[in-house]
């Protein structure tokens, strides 16, 4: 089955303690994202990944950090979390070029933080 | 840059009745417009797309959108609401610059509300 998974689902941590939050997809998809969501905010844009290796700041980025060494996972790492970071974050694929214009994106299923 | 505004931030409705939920968009070239529903606790999924073609664009569960490009909008409506269509809904637009696809940027979000 097609799928990007997250994990964990829920995760509770204290202000200070890295962590990181997977994100993998079987699709072969070069465009990888993380959104963060908020009431009200709704979907803001992190980080994004062309490919591997080639990764750039989305509207929010502050705060956190992402890799793409291979190109079906991309993490997202949070090296100091802070209580302004508590969220529900999702990890999106999709294709690129020509092929990506007619493609929305993939979704996880979203992992609730909450960091006190 | 691109970007969507969801005008409202709840639209209640009757069960039964027609429903519409409001979408406009700013991009560069030809739009490729999408709309996303999300139940509590779970994730986004793809409701409907337009990439080009018939201006009246059907999805699942009944959904349907209107594309109109004078006026920049991408409508979500549905002839018979249900209850069970009550969720929070996100428009995006994605917008592609010849070099490849760009990302999605979302609206804020929608809530309807449909009341038996």
């Known amino acids: 089955e097609a799928q990007v998974t997250q994990n964990p689902r829920y995760l509770i941590t204290v202000t200070g303690k890295k962590l990181t939050v997977t994100c993998s997809q079987n699709?072969?998809?070069?465009?990888m994202s993380w959104y963060r969501q908020d009431p009200g905010l709704g979907l803001r844009q992190i980080y994004y990944?062309?490919?591997?290796?080639?990764?750039d700041k989305g509207d929010v980025p502050e705060g956190y950090k992402v890799s793409r060494k291979e190109k079906r996972n991309f993490p997202l790492i949070l090296e100091s979390p802070s209580p302004n970071q508590t969220s529900l974050y999702f990890c999106?694929?999709?294709?690129?070029?020509?092929?990506?214009?007619?493609?929305?994106?993939?979704f996880g299923s979203g992992t609730r933080l909450t960091v006190v | 840059a691109q970007s969507v505004a969801q005008p409202e931030d709840q639209v209640n409705v009757a069960e039964g009745n027609p429903l519409t939920v409001k979408c406009t968009y700013s991009?560069?070239?030809?739009?490729?417009l999408f709309w996303y529903v999300q139940y509590p606790n779970r994730g986004l999924q793809f409701l409907l797309k337009?990439?080009?073609?018939?201006?009246l664009v059907k999805g699942s569960y009944g959904f349907e959108a209107e594309f109109n490009k004078s006026q920049t909008s991408f409508h979500l409506k549905k002839p018979s609401a249900l209850v069970s269509d009550s969720a929070l809904y996100f428009c995006?637009?994605?917008?592609?610059?010849?070099?490849?696809?760009?990302?999605?940027?979302f609206g804020k979000g929608t809530h309807l509300i449909i009341q038996p």
């Open positions: 999106a694929s999709s294709p690129t070029g020509i092929q990506g214009r007619n493609y929305g994106y993939t």
């Open positions: 337009y990439i080009t073609g018939d201006n």
């Open positions: 995006a637009v994605r917008g592609y610059s010849g070099g490849g696809a760009d990302g999605l940027t």
């Open positions: 991009v560069s070239g030809n739009p490729y």
């Open positions: 990944s062309m490919n591997v290796e080639v990764t």
């Open positions: 699709m072969n998809h070069e465009y």
